[in-house]
């Protein structure tokens, strides 16, 4: 079945450090296809984060994480990651990999994005 399975949350402290992994099953993440993070935490709307081209020549980051979290992507494992530095408390949420049809790059509205892992808490906290 085609499916994203986010994993690598869990609990940390501010400054601290995490690497989520994104991992394709079903089907052929390169060369087809670009991958986003999101993260959603309660009662705020779904953020983009990050985004990495099918080619994975270009890259996306929020402002709020620019400096702090690297999107890669591993073709030989069909896994795209995010590592997360200095982490901070406002960091906390659910984050989502997903992906838009085919052929899709980076510089596209959230709505195109059609697949959708179930999500991993990162919590933030001392």
């Known amino acids: 079945q085609v499916q994203l399975v986010e994993s690598g949350g869990g609990l940390v402290q501010p400054g601290g450090s995490l690497r989520l992994s994104c991992a394709a099953s079903?089907?052929?993440?390169?060369?087809?296809?670009?991958v986003a993070w999101f993260r959603q935490a309660p009662g705020k709307e779904r953020e983009r984060v990050s985004c990495?081209?099918?080619?994975?020549?270009?890259?996306y980051y929020a402002d709020s994480v620019k400096g702090r979290f690297t999107i890669s992507r591993d073709n030989t494992k069909n896994t795209v990651y995010l590592q997360m530095n200095s982490l901070k408390p406002e960091d906390t949420a659910v984050y989502y990999c997903a992906t838009p049809p085919r052929g899709y790059g980076c510089a596209i509205d959230r709505y195109v994005f059609d697949q959708w892992g179930q999500g991993t808490q990162v919590t933030v906290s001392s």
């Open positions: 990495i081209s099918s080619s994975a020549l270009f890259t």
């Open positions: 079903g089907f052929t993440l390169t060369p087809y296809y670009a």
